[in-house]
């Protein structure tokens, strides 16, 4: 039966039907649900693991074992997920391993827009790219496939717009083949440099049969498909690319759809451009079609007419091909922006109003309290990557000592699992007098609730061993270790003081569970007392959403969004808020 | 059938993710080709969230641009404005009154303009505005503004109310099913005079 499917849902499916036995993964935005979805099938074993790292090695191991194995990440995940993979790709599998990577043109919900197609040619290894969920299904099952028959790990390559869009598939049943034998076989599982060295050869061979495949079967499998209509416009693309394509063009122009982005045929695409009077490669961000056309002396306009920044679409490319332009409705009304915030009751926001007091200089992490960066908290002066508050910091106070007495790092519990920990063991070996602030929600938030190694729950939910953040930060070497509640804005306030003035490092953990999760019990929204009220603003300082200034300029309280956690009561100096 | 174009526009918290799911499943019994696009992630929190839910004979493009969409469902005025011109010259726009101030406009860098219904309706559009919050109140949550919204728009469309009930039945927790079928109701049998 045909059914909407997420993209990332539709993955799930296909790697249940493929009879995947093990799904290792770390949240990230667009490629969360993909681990979420398998995880309701019990007969799949899912798991969150610290970091994508740690993933793929989960999935290398299960691989040569003998079961099939997968991980998700984002794109940035691939970057921490590398190491294993470019190995991996020399080892091959034993079962099928299959790694999707979710990129995010546009970057609704990331810190750069990579283009992980790059990663495919540079560890050697396949790379499929599906346009919708029909596609993320069947695709899932033809990279097993595939990893089994050529011996390798195989990428499929979602973005934001397939990961994140529903469109009909059809399910079928798991086959389930149970697990393979191992063989013991260091010439391929052992990657010391003279076992390396033949391996090496063997995947430079393997990438020439991929490509025979990509130019044969591929075809005759519906991963490249080829769609005569008019030959005046020959579009050649993947993915999303190759839907917005088809909308704006229609039967205007024929099409060569490359469900395989690496490797890539030249046959297929040198005969298809042979037909047509002029080609356009439609790929968002990086030329990576283009370049192997062009290499490979195909005429073909690419970024010399479209952009290699953010996202495309049809109006875009009806723009640049035939010059369409649509009719719009207009109002006469500036309207200002909506970006996010952190949401009322948020614990973050009472640890950023009491470092913005303190005025120090804030390292920052990734995760919701990222937010903090924004106005009118504005407490954020760096952001880079994963863990890198806390390295970052110690580069800073390294630099010049001065600045250790009034600079700080901020990250999340998940975050400084995945690679925090690191730089604070850094922090503690090479005695930095650094300030680190664990911000411990007891959840994953950014990417919507998944539970981790702090948290006490495993992925079914059920109770597991919890890493205890204070053993650990003692464990490491740092001796001034305190646990506050940002709810109380004075104790806040008392630790991060006294952690500046301190003449060794330290870790403060903020600890409250983020207000969006269904077993916190919220209060009462708050109310605020007119006749009391000066409209002198100090609630509004902390930039909370259901806090505003009414027609008479008095504060008032969203009573839909408030969640009665007196944070702005404790700032009112005219006891104007009340429970 | 050509392909035809909604968007669900709103503040993130607001529910438009459950109204986009219900939308699709409604469109999908009906045999049509559906795509439904949503963002998660960082926008959620508070920001601006905007789904497109196309469908006809075969649907491409999961996305909806400037002057493409046949209705707009918005959750909040401000949201309406940022997005009429997304709207078809002679698309419909359903309407909720809701006000909720941007941090631009708490932190005092931006006003939220005045007048926008009226600018609305100038506009050429067809609009219709009602304070959905109040009803949905009424009907015993103000969480269930996206409920009453469905009512609204599923009683614009050519689709039988049976399986509009049939697809917030599948989607909403049993122990607020009441709560939910009397908001669908209360935005289904809105009429002008009520606005």
Known sequence: MKRLFLGN????????????HVVSSYPGTPSTEITEFAA???EIYCEWAPNEKVAMEVAVGSSIAGARSFCGMKHVGLNVAADPLFTASYTGVNAGMVIVVADDPGMHSSQNEQDSRHYAKAAKVPMLEPSDSEECLRFTKTAFELSESYDTPVIVRLTTRIAHSRSLAETADRVNDGLRAYEKNPRKYVMMPAMARDRHIAVEERTLKLADWSEGKAVSDGINTVEYNSKKIGIISSGVCYQYSREALGDKASYLKLGCVYPLPVRLIKDFAAQCEKVYVIEELDDFLETHCKKNGIDVIGKESFTLLGEYSQSMIAKVILGDEKETLKINAAVPPRPPVLCAGCPHRGLFYTLKKQKVFVSGDIGCYTLGALQPLGMMDTCICMGASVSALHGRNKADGENAKKSVAVIGDSTFIHSGVTGLINIAYNNSNSVVIILDNSITGMTGHQQNPTTGYNIKGDPVAAVSL?????????KRVTVVDPYDLSRTEKAVKEALEADEPSVIISRRPCALLKYV????????????????KMCMKIGCPAISLDKNTKASIDFTQCVGCKVCKQLCRFDAITD | MPVKSIMIVGVGGQGTLLASRILGEVLTSEGYDVKVSEVHGMSQRGGSVVTYVKYGDKVFSPIIEKGEADMILAFEQLEAARWISYLKPDGKLILNTQKIAPMTVVTGSAEYPDGIVDELKNSGADVTAFDVLSLAVKAGSAKAVNVVLIGAMAARTDIAKDAWLAAVKDNVPQKFLDLNLKAFEMGYTLTESEE
């Open chain 1, 40 to 42: 309701e099938y019990d």
């Open chain 1, 521 to 536: 019990k919220h209060n009462p929204p708050l109310k605020v007392d007119k006749d009391k009220c000066r409209s002198c």
């Open chain 1, 470 to 478: 204070e053993k650990l930060a003692e464990a490491v070497g740092i």
């Open chain 1, 9 to 20: 849902e539709a993955v799930a499916r296909g790697l249940y039907e493929a009879g995947c």
